[in-house]
């Protein structure tokens, strides 16, 4: 999953964004309405956690001019919290607004359910065969056993997931795997996928030979 | 009269009853007194002939019949002064015994009784000499102080029976009285005094009761406008009372009113909406805390990642310390609560310190400092002085790039003194500038808000220099500069 946060307070969006990278998202920033709106346009981000009281171009702005392109899922995290401004953040497209100071479990929590409507996922859980995905703890049993995956192997395997059935190119995983920060070579990508068959069987995910990957639904 | 109702109302109605009373009461009781003159003057006119017939009788020889009006039987009438002179001997008699009412009577129907006139003298009539009135009048002629007596009209009781007689003097200087009897005049006036009463009562009752309903009337406004007030008072601050009448002292108090709620409502909105802008200030540095913290102790972390959360949550602290500071400064200026010590100062002093001690920071931004002064005698606090200057002075070295200036300037003119800071900045947008002195008005979004502050500095500014009595105002051409001017009066 790969984040787009937006807050103008520097110690805020740093530990926003730590705190997510730490919750096993990949997270690109900006501090201000411009950057946002530029990259949110770019890229197809999972989810975009938007400031309102931003500099250069407004929140609500931003997320105008967002909707009119895109139906990324946003979340409203800002100090303003009158119901004036929930109701005017919900209708000019938010799919969630909380307030600060919030509690970081709740983000997260908000977060992924956010994420997991706009998938068209009614629940927390995947089953994809006899491999059980729980999308809150981030685990997987296999024959209800729990599978050990690193963090990026979980993120590699819950998008593939959310996908099943569908081809998903290397670029589209590159673009939602790692963030702006990360320097990582494309052959990293099928270090992961090797690593996750070795762990939950060969015939897991798919390969399209020139194409990209797939999970079978 | 603490008992009474305090209202307006019932002191009106008091009022109004009392006089109504006295009004009434005055006009009915002159009337009456009116009726009773005339009445009176009427029966007077029908005695009055009767008088000299009646002292004609006294003028007829002794002997011989008596007279067909009837005189005086057995003998002429004692003069009064023997009655009064127990031992003076008459001729004829012992003194009479006092007459009985019984031939009191007797005696009136008998002796001159004539179309329900009467006669009666003096000796005769004792009852008639003892009442006061007469007995006092009846003196010897040859007492010092004896006055003829004047013929006059009187009523009197005799035995009971009320009479109106003429009471004159005889020839031989006894008293005769001339009358009637006037029970039915008596009645009369006596009728009417209850009908007058009790058309007074009546005419009061109604008067009364019209003028309760008529001040109800007048005083319903006033009821209108009280519960209206009441019920705004009680927190309903965005009605008003309905002014239906505005041309009238009632609806010109309404509007008064009203206008006073306007204002009201005014301030308190700006209050709430003070308040809340505070509280969200503060929220993003809470939140920093919060989340800084809460991240911190997810898991097991190493010292660096730990000081680096507990900086950020010092950075935040020092935030909202220096917030709570703006507010509480902002409220004590707004209650006049700031101290203020106030002396005669030399304002190009003030001016100059504030660049000194922010030329370092103009040093490290690469701006010039260019201070153009001369003696500004004025009123004024100079620490407080000192902090709007400081403000301005920073504000225009932030939004200064390396290489431009800020002018600072002081001086006196004819109104007082004037300085001013001018920066070679981007400029500010005319649509901030009416609100650039609100309170949490930010008009430079790009500032940052950790070296920006919270949009308190220039609200401060404003309330500085509004207690001194003076005027703040900015100008600015976009992408040329800006400029703050400060005036304050001549001392």
Same mark, same amino acid.
């Given at each position: 999953?790969?984040?787009?946060?937006?807050?103008?307070?520097?110690?805020?969006?740093?530990?926003?964004?730590?705190?997510?990278?730490?919750?096993?998202?990949?997270? #690109?920033?900006?501090? #201000?309405?411009?950057?946002?709106?530029?990259?949110? &346009?770019?890229?197809?981000? #999972?989810?975009?956690?938007?400031?309102?009281?931003?500099? @250069?171009?407004?929140?609500?702005?931003?997320?105008?001019?967002? =909707?009119?392109?895109?139906?990324?899922?946003?979340?409203?995290?800002?100090?303003?919290? =009158?119901?004036?401004? @929930?109701?005017?953040?919900?209708?000019?497209?938010?799919?969630?607004?909380?307030?600060?100071?919030?509690?970081?479990?709740?983000?997260?929590?908000?977060?992924?359910?956010?994420?997991?409507?706009?998938?068209?996922?009614?629940?927390?859980?995947?089953?994809?065969? #006899?491999?059980?995905?729980?999308?809150?703890?981030?685990?997987?049993?296999?024959?209800?056993?729990?599978?050990?995956?690193?963090?990026?192997?979980?993120?590699?395997?819950?998008?593939?997931?959310?996908?099943?059935?569908?081809?998903?190119?290397? &670029?589209?995983?590159?673009?939602?795997?790692?963030?702006?920060?990360?320097?990582?070579?494309?052959?990293?990508?099928?270090?992961?996928?090797?690593?996750? =068959? @070795?762990?939950?069987?060969?015939?897991?995910?798919?390969?399209?030979?020139?194409?990209?990957?797939?999970?079978?639904? | 009269?603490?008992?009474?109702?305090?209202?307006?109302?019932?002191?009106?109605?008091?009022?109004?009853?009392?006089?109504?009373?006295?009004? *009434?009461?005055? %006009?009915?009781?002159?009337?009456?007194?009116?009726?009773?003159g005339s009445e009176m003057g009427r029966v007077d006119a029908e005695i009055q002939p009767l008088t000299?017939?009646?002292?004609?009788? %006294?003028?007829?020889?002794?002997?011989?019949?008596?007279?067909?009006?009837?005189?005086?039987?057995?003998?002429?009438?004692?003069?009064?002064?023997?009655?009064?002179?127990?031992?003076?001997?008459?001729?004829?008699?012992?003194?009479?015994?006092?007459?009985?009412?019984?031939?009191?009577?007797?005696?009136?129907?008998?002796?001159?009784?004539?179309?329900?006139f009467?006669?009666?003298?003096?000796?005769?009539?004792?009852?008639? /000499?003892?009442?006061?009135?007469?007995?006092?009048?009846?003196?010897?002629?040859?007492?010092?102080?004896?006055?003829?007596?004047?013929?006059?009209a009187?009523?009197?009781?005799?035995?009971?029976?009320?009479?109106r007689?003429m009471?004159?003097?005889?020839?031989?200087?006894?008293?005769?009285?001339i009358g009637r009897?006037?029970?039915?005049e008596?009645?009369?006036?006596?009728?009417?005094?209850?009908?007058?009463?009790?058309?007074?009562?009546?005419?009061?009752?109604?008067?009364? %009761?019209?003028?309760?309903?008529?001040?109800?009337?007048?005083?319903?406004?006033?009821?209108?406008?009280?519960?209206?007030?009441?019920?705004?008072?009680?927190?309903?601050?965005?009605?008003? /009372?309905?002014?239906?009448?505005?041309?009238?002292?009632?609806?010109?108090?309404?509007?008064?009113?009203?206008?006073?709620?306007?204002? *009201?409502?005014?301030?308190?909105?700006?209050?709430?909406?003070?308040?809340?802008?505070?509280?969200?200030?503060?929220?993003?540095?809470?939140?920093?805390?919060?989340?800084?913290?809460?991240?911190?102790?997810?898991?097991?972390?190493?010292?660096?990642?730990?000081?680096?959360?507990?900086?950020?949550?010092?950075?935040?602290?020092?935030?909202?310390?220096?917030?709570?500071?703006?507010?509480?400064?902002?409220?004590?200026?707004?209650?006049?609560?700031?101290?203020?010590?106030?002396?005669?100062?030399?304002?190009?002093?003030?001016?100059?310190?504030?660049?000194?001690?922010?030329?370092?920071?103009?040093?490290?931004?690469?701006?010039?400092?260019?201070?153009?002064?001369?003696?500004?005698?004025?009123?004024?606090?100079?620490?407080?002085?000192?902090?709007?200057?400081?403000?301005?002075?920073?504000?225009?070295?932030?939004?200064?790039?390396?290489?431009?200036?800020?002018?600072?300037?002081?001086?006196?003119?004819?109104?007082?003194?004037?300085?001013?800071?001018?920066?070679?900045?981007?400029?500010?947008?005319?649509?901030?500038?009416?609100?650039?002195?609100?309170?949490?008005?930010?008009?430079?979004?790009?500032?940052?808000?950790?070296?920006?502050?919270?949009?308190?500095?220039?609200?401060?500014?404003?309330?500085?220099?509004?207690?001194?009595?003076?005027? /703040?105002?900015?100008?600015?051409?976009?992408?040329?500069?800006?400029?703050?001017?400060?005036?304050?009066?001549?001392?």
């Amino acid at each position: 999953m790969r984040l787009l946060v937006v807050e103008d307070e520097p110690d805020l969006l740093s530990i926003v964004c730590k705190a997510l990278r730490e919750e096993g998202y990949a997270v #690109d920033s900006a501090a #201000d309405g411009e950057e946002g709106l530029y990259k949110a &346009t770019e890229w197809d981000y #999972d989810a975009v956690v938007l400031d309102l009281m931003l500099p @250069k171009l407004h929140g609500i702005d931003v997320l105008k001019r967002l =909707r009119a392109i895109k139906k990324t899922p946003v979340l409203l995290l800002t100090a303003r919290g =009158r119901v004036s401004d @929930k109701v005017q953040g919900l209708d000019a497209g938010a799919d969630d607004y909380l307030p600060k100071p919030f509690d970081l479990n709740e983000l997260f929590a908000r977060l992924r359910s956010v994420i997991r409507r706009s998938q068209g996922e009614a629940k927390n859980e995947l089953v994809v065969q #006899d491999v059980v995905i729980n999308c809150s703890a981030r685990t997987v049993k296999k024959a209800g056993a729990l599978v050990d995956l690193t963090a990026r192997e979980y993120a590699l395997v819950e998008h593939l997931a959310l996908r099943r059935g569908k081809l998903v190119t290397r &670029t589209q995983l590159y673009e939602h795997l790692f963030d702006e920060n990360d320097a990582s070579m494309s052959n990293l990508l099928d270090v992961h996928v090797s690593n996750i =068959r @070795k762990k939950l069987g060969h015939e897991f995910i798919v390969t399209r030979r020139g194409h990209g990957y797939c999970i079978e639904a | 009269m603490n008992w009474l109702p305090q209202s307006i109302r019932w002191h009106l109605q008091m009022w109004h009853g009392l006089l109504l009373l006295v009004v *009434l009461g005055g %006009f009915g009781m002159t009337a009456w007194k009116l009726e009773q003159g005339s009445e009176m003057g009427r029966v007077d006119a029908e005695i009055q002939p009767l008088t000299a017939v009646a002292l004609g009788m %006294f003028h007829r020889p002794r002997d011989g019949p008596g007279p067909p009006g009837g005189g005086p039987p057995g003998g002429p009438p004692r003069r009064p002064r023997d009655l009064f002179d127990p031992l003076s001997s008459l001729a004829e008699d012992r003194p009479p015994p006092p007459p009985t009412a019984i031939e009191i009577d007797n005696w009136l129907s008998d002796v001159g009784e004539q179309d329900g006139f009467f006669v009666a003298w003096g000796f005769r009539g004792e009852p008639l /000499i003892q009442r006061g009135a007469l007995a006092r009048s009846i003196q010897r002629p040859d007492s010092a102080d004896y006055t003829p007596l004047a013929p006059r009209a009187e009523t009197l009781m005799i035995a009971g029976t009320p009479v109106r007689v003429m009471v004159v003097a005889t020839p031989n200087e006894d008293i005769a009285v001339i009358g009637r009897v006037i029970t039915p005049e008596l009645a009369r006036l006596e009728s009417l005094k209850w009908s007058l009463a009790g058309l007074g009562a009546g005419v009061w009752l109604v008067g009364f %009761f019209v003028g309760w309903w008529l001040t109800g009337r007048a005083l319903r406004p006033i009821q209108t406008i009280s519960a209206a007030a009441t019920r705004i008072a009680d927190g309903h601050l965005n009605e008003r /009372i309905n002014v239906a009448e505005t041309k009238n002292e009632l609806g010109d108090l309404a509007n008064v009113l009203n206008g006073s709620f306007d204002k *009201l409502e005014h301030s308190i909105e700006k209050q709430a909406e003070f308040t809340a802008d505070a509280a969200h200030e503060l929220r993003t540095p809470v939140s920093v805390v919060l989340t800084q913290t809460q991240l911190a102790l997810a898991r097991e972390r190493d010292a660096a990642e730990y000081r680096d959360a507990l900086a950020a949550c010092e950075r935040a602290a020092k935030r909202m310390s220096s917030l709570t500071e703006s507010l509480l400064q902002l409220s004590r200026l707004d209650a006049h609560a700031e101290p203020m010590h106030m002396q005669t100062i030399d304002l190009s002093d003030v001016v100059v310190e504030t660049a000194e001690m922010l030329r370092p920071l103009a040093d490290e931004r690469g701006v010039t400092l260019e201070v153009h002064v001369e003696p500004a005698r004025c009123q004024g606090d100079a620490e407080k002085l000192g902090q709007v200057f400081t403000n301005l002075l920073s504000n225009a070295l932030h939004h200064s790039s390396a290489g431009k200036r800020v002018h600072l300037r002081c001086g006196m003119n004819g109104e007082g003194t004037k300085a001013s800071v001018e920066d070679e900045g981007s400029g500010i947008a005319a649509q901030h500038l009416p609100f650039l002195f609100d309170r949490f008005y930010r008009a430079d979004e790009s500032r940052n808000r950790n070296t920006g502050g919270a949009g308190l500095g220039l609200a401060i500014c404003k309330a500085i220099v509004a207690q001194h009595h003076g005027s /703040i105002e900015a100008r600015s051409e976009p992408g040329k500069g800006s400029t703050f001017v400060v005036k304050l009066p001549a001392v």
